[in-house]
């Protein structure tokens, strides 16, 4: 049977055997640039912090961004229009949400941002309309949302650590009525803008609101008021509210009602209900 010769491609080189200086060199390379990888980044972190501690204005979480973001959804990573180097702890390809394990470090955010967070965290963050919180979609949610998981939370109250343990048994029962020390605003703020994103857009959206039940909700929570938001929103804000002479039960032109508004208003109106 004639011999066949292998062709180039298929012979063992032996080139690394009589001359091992290129494999070490590269290796010596590769690891040289990882060190200086590692060493900028480390001196970035401390940088980072130190400037973060000097600037209180920048002192904000993803974990207290994320709470703006579900009631401003539009500036959501996923909706901008230039998503590099924008609130990068936050996903926009797997999932819309935040990666629980960057939840508690500084966001990394333009200065108009920033800028909104501290106004809404000033003026309205606390004046959040109670809903229905029922356990099993509440335990959905801490799986869908889990930077409010406990192992995601060092500070989580005791009581809630409790409560999330026991909300498997808990069925349909309604925990809006628990203390915050067992189940706090944030989770309940978190809760209700999961809802509002995922499930409810479209009721939002198409949701229409008289003039008596402005003004109604206005009553409850003043700092959604004109006056506050005008300079910031736009002259539209409420405008109709203002200037028209409507009948009470006369409906307010969408335009007039800022996004950050009308989710409120549609949560309050579930619990009017």
Not at 4 to 31: K, S, T
Not at 88 to 111: C, Q, R, S, T
Request: proline share 6%.
């Amino acid at each position: 049977m004639p011999s066949q010769q292998l062709p180039e491609d298929q012979f063992i080189h032996e080139g690394y055997r009589q001359h091992p200086w290129y494999f070490w060199g590269w290796l010596a390379v590769v690891m040289a640039c990882s060190l200086l990888f590692w060493f900028g980044l480390d001196k970035y972190a401390t940088t980072l912090n130190r400037e973060y501690a000097d600037r209180p204005f920048l002192r904000v979480t993803n974990r207290e961004m994320s709470l703006f973001l579900w009631q401003n959804p539009s500036y959501m990573r996923v909706h901008a229009a230039n998503n590099n180097g924008y609130l990068v702890a936050f996903d926009y390809v797997d999932k819309i949400g935040l990666k629980p394990e960057y939840a508690d470090e500084f966001a990394i955010a333009p200065p108009e941002l920033l800028f909104l967070y501290h106004t809404w965290e000033r003026q309205i963050a606390n004046e959040w309309p109670e809903r229905p919180i029922y356990a099993d979609e509440l335990y959905a949610f801490l799986f869908e949302v889990s930077e409010w998981l406990p192992r995601y939370w060092p500070m989580a109250p005791k009581k809630y650590v409790e409560l999330v343990k026991r909300l498997p048994k808990l069925g349909k029962e309604n925990l809006s009525h628990l203390s915050h020390h067992e189940l706090p605003l944030d989770v309940k703020r978190a809760y209700a803008g999961w809802r509002n994103y995922f499930f409810e857009g479209a009721q939002i959206e198409q949701a229409s609101f008289t003039r008596k039940q402005v003004k109604t909700f206005l009553s409850a929570y003043p700092h959604y008021r004109r006056n506050y938001w005008c300079q910031i929103v736009g002259s539209h804000y409420l405008a109709d509210l203002e200037n028209l002479s409507l009948e009470s039960n006369e409906y307010l032109s969408q335009g007039t009602l800022a996004p950050f508004l009308r989710i409120a208003l549609y949560n309050w109106s579930i619990e009017s209900r």
